[in-house]
């Protein structure tokens, strides 16, 4: 059976490609003389919004990473030498990001599936007392699970017609799927200055391609795919809940004075149908609705919810002059037979297209529309980084003390409006129309706090974008104007407007440097030929610097954000001891240890 598209999605039947069903999953349904007819085959679907979409994911089998490098000593006296390279390098994925691909491919599997049995026999008592029964329970669950054998799988795509965050939690892979690779550059001189010391300068450049971005591929909640009927139900719906009949304006109005905000409207699917808030962020016919009676904004292909798919499109770039010093002296200062000393210092920068800037774990687009649109400094950005340590021992088999700091230039942070995941959100603070909420402030891309805009100027930006949006419809509000629905002035009276951003409290503070100083000190000690007893002591934050985090980059008006944090409130973002083990920053701890070598 074919199946055709509703024309009140704004789109021709040439912009759309057909789709063919062998399976049905839920009961086929006509509207406006037009079939539907979900599929519950995932090639099916996934085929329904972009050609060959559904395909099998390409398999990296066929990469090859080659690699040459050149060293030249232009002077011939072995002090000074020249060296360069290039190369290409491939990551390895991180699993997890496999675990979210497979369980909405199959149609029978029990994947995450569990159950968990805690009979009275079992729990509340002591383990070794219950210990058979424990294997018992677990031997039969085990059999019954057998037994039973692969069930229906609830994840899978024909079961449930959506992927992504706000209905199922997980994300498809693109079948144009590319492995993650860097292409690593550098060109450096090294120079021996004296015996000993060693001095080098290094030009690095690495691109960074193909990791992974999501992208919803239906565009879920795109202004651009406004169902006008759904719209219409949507409003009568709302209206007669406030004792308003019909869609007119007058209506409208009547529901305004009895209290109607655009949530309520957004209840009953005004909305885009990925909104956690409707029928939980699920498609129309999952719930046995019509797409002419589900969202308002369901996307390319209304039979569907959100379709999340991981695209290998991601690209980053560091750049960076990174310069050391190295020094080996034999006979320091009396007493001192043997000691090393470095110091390094890098200029960089470090810009990529991922939220947040982990490029590992499943980014996201945060415009679908243009999904590397906010490329900018990354989370892991540091203009500066200066570094150095030694060693450096007491005696001929005195003590040895060892010593290392850092003292690095603020990260950077993005500047995004707060997503409350609030009914109707895509009329608050979907600024570019694209469905994804809580965008980057107008004019900005990633990474601009910290690299330009601090805690001096941020209410500067803040009062420019709010005297620009602030108040101002969204592009799903606009869409809802364009086809003769709302007027602007109803829109503002139900709320649906940009949000007005909240300006930083006086005092915020701006991204801050990290410092850390650590020492160590330990004693080698020879028990004849064989054994080696080396007590130590280390200290970790010497001088016990107080360490932040870089502010959240939500501009939520909260303490660790960045239009909420001064005073006291800077004491959240305080590194603090985390597991007990050292972490960078943390306040002054000691770690004392014995190691015995043989």
Request: with cysteine.
């Amino acid at each position: 059976m074919g199946l055709r598209y509703s024309r009140d999605t704004g789109r021709s039947d040439a912009d759309l490609p057909p789709m063919t069903c062998d399976q049905i999953n839920v009961a086929n349904f006509t509207v406006g003389g037009v079939a539907y007819v979900p599929c519950s085959g995932s090639a099916l679907i996934l085929d329904s919004l972009a050609p060959d979409l559904g395909a099998r994911v390409r398999q990296p089998n066929t990469n090859f990473g080659p690699q040459v490098g050149f060293a030249y000593d232009p002077t011939g006296s072995g002090k000074t030498v020249i060296r360069g390279g290039v190369g290409l390098y491939f990551e390895n994925g991180v699993f997890n990001n496999i675990l979210f691909d497979r369980p909405a491919r199959l149609p029978e599997g029990l994947f995450w599936g569990s159950s968990s049995s805690c009979p009275p026999s079992i729990c509340g008592h002591r383990v070794g007392d219950v210990l058979s029964a424990a294997i018992a329970s677990q031997a039969a669950y085990q059999a019954a699970a057998k037994a039973g054998g692969p069930a229906v799988n609830g994840s899978f795509l024909g079961e449930v017609l959506s992927e992504g965050n706000n209905s199922t939690g997980q994300g498809l892979f693109n079948p144009k799927f590319r492995t993650p690779r860097s292409i690593q550059m550098n060109l450096g001189i090294q120079r021996e200055l004296k015996p000993g010391v060693v001095l080098s300068a290094d030009f690095i450049r690495n691109v960074g391609e193909h990791y992974l971005i999501g992208v919803d591929m239906n565009h879920s909640g795109d202004a651009r795919f406004l169902n006008k009927t759904a719209a219409l139900n949507a409003i009568t719906a709302t209206n007669a809940g406030f004792g308003c009949a019909g869609t007119s304006a007058a209506a409208i109005n009547c529901a305004i004075a009895a209290g109607a905000t655009i949530g309520d409207f957004a209840g009953n699917g005004l909305t885009a149908s990925n909104d956690p808030n409707f029928l939980s962020g699920t498609p129309a016919a999952l719930n046995g609705l019509t797409p002419d009676t589900g969202a308002a904004f369901p996307g390319i292909n209304p039979l569907f919810g959100e379709m999340l798919m991981e695209n290998s499109i991601g690209r980053s770039t560091y750049t960076g002059l990174q310069t050391k010093v190295t020094a080996r002296k034999e006979n320091l200062l009396p007493g001192i037979p043997h000691s090393n000393w470095t110091a390094a210092v890098a200029i960089s920068r470090f810009n990529t297209t991922a939220f947040g800037g982990d490029q590992d774990f499943l980014p996201y687009a945060w415009d679908v529309n243009l999904p590397t649109r906010y490329y900018g400094p990354g989370a892991l950005d540091r203009t500066f980084q200066l570094s150095f340590g030694g060693y450096f021992q007491i005696g001929r088999r005195g003590p040895a003390i060892s010593l290392g700091a850092h003292f690095n230039s603020p990260r950077a942070s993005d500047l995004y409006m707060e997503n409350q995941t609030r009914p109707g959100e895509i009329f608050l603070t979907d600024t570019t129309g694209d469905g994804e909420n809580g965008d980057p402030i107008a004019g900005f891309k990633l990474g601009q706090f910290g690299r330009g805009v601090d805690g001096g100027n941020i209410n500067n930006v803040i009062n420019a974008f709010n005297a620009a949006n602030a108040g101002k419809l969204t592009p799903a509000g606009q869409a809802l104007v364009n086809a003769g629905l709302f007027t602007p002035a109803q829109l503002a009276s139900l709320g649906a407007v940009i949000d007005t951003v909240p300006l930083a409290p006086a005092g915020q503070i701006s991204n801050p440097w990290f410092k850390g100083f650590d020492t160590k000190l330990s004693w080698p000690i020879k028990l004849g030929e064989r054994f080696t007893l080396e007590p130590s002591v280390g200290a970790f934050n010497v001088f016990n610097f107080a360490n932040f985090a870089r502010n959240s980059g939500n501009l939520s008006g909260s303490a660790g954000s960045p239009n909420g944090t001064a005073g006291l409130d800077k004491e959240t973002l305080r590194i603090g001891l985390g597991t007990g083990l050292n972490t960078a920053g943390a306040p002054r701890q000691l770690e004392f240890g014995l190691k015995l070598t043989f």
